[in-house]
C-alpha cells in the first residue's frame, strides 16, 4: 500500500493564490486609467483584455469543478470600461474563489475535470494553470508599466 504525504494543503494553496490575485489587484490598480484599456506592446492585448481573460477563468472554472458541470469559457467583459469596474469585478470574482475554492474535496483534486468544455485534466493542475496564467499576464503588466513609467508593485509583496 502507497503512503500519500502531503506537500501543501488546500488551505496553503488557497493563501498562496490569494497572494498572487492581491498582487496582480495591485498591478491593474497602478495602470493609469487610459493605458490600462489602450496600451500595448508588441501587438500584445491591453492589459485590461488580460484582466478580463483572468476573470472568465479562476472563478467560473471553480464554479464549474465544483458543480460538475461545464459550460464554454467567457472572457468577454464589454461592459467593463473604466478601472473602477474592472477593480470591482476583480474583488467579486475574488470573493467567488474564496467561497468555491474550500468546497473541493482533497480526493477531487485528483479526478479528471472536462474544464470549460475543452481542457481535460485532474482539478489539480487546472488549479495550477489559474495560478501559473495570472503570474504569466501580471508579467506582462509589468512590462506595461515599466515602458509607462510606472514603477509595479514589488513582486515579492503578496
Known amino acids: 500500500m502507497e503512503t500519500v504525504t502531503e506537500i501543501i494543503s488546500a488551505e496553503a494553496l488557497l493563501a498562496h493564490w490569494q497572494g498572487h490575485r492581491t498582487l496582480t489587484r495591485r498591478v491593474i490598480e497602478a495602470f493609469p486609467e487610459k493605458e490600462l484599456f489602450e496600451f500595448s506592446i508588441g501587438g500584445m492585448r491591453p492589459f485590461s483584455k488580460i484582466v478580463m481573460e483572468l476573470l472568465g477563468i479562476a472563478g467560473p472554472g471553480l464554479k464549474e469543478i465544483v458543480s460538475g458541470q461545464s459550460s464554454p469559457?467567457?472572457?468577454?467583459?464589454?461592459?467593463?470600461?473604466?478601472?473602477?469596474?474592472?477593480?470591482?469585478?476583480?474583488?467579486?470574482?475574488?470573493?467567488?474563489?474564496?467561497?468555491?475554492?474550500?468546497?473541493?474535496?482533497?480526493?477531487?483534486?485528483?479526478?479528471?475535470?472536462?474544464?470549460?468544455?475543452?481542457?481535460?485534466?485532474?482539478?489539480?493542475?487546472?488549479?495550477?494553470?489559474?495560478?501559473?496564467?495570472?503570474?504569466h499576464h501580471r508579467g506582462q503588466g509589468y512590462v506595461y508599466l515599466r515602458a509607462l513609467g510606472v514603477e509595479p508593485p514589488p513582486f515579492w509583496e503578496r
Not at 467579486?92 to 479528471?112: D, G, K, L, M
Open 73 to 135: 469559457l467567457n472572457e468577454s467583459f464589454d461592459d467593463i470600461t473604466t478601472k473602477a469596474q474592472l477593480l470591482e469585478k476583480w474583488d467579486e470574482e475574488n470573493a467567488v474563489v474564496n467561497e468555491y475554492f474550500p468546497q473541493i474535496t482533497p480526493e477531487r483534486f485528483h479526478e479528471t475535470f472536462n474544464l470549460f468544455g475543452m481542457y481535460e485534466a485532474p482539478v489539480i493542475y487546472s488549479i495550477q494553470y489559474f495560478i501559473d496564467n495570472e503570474i
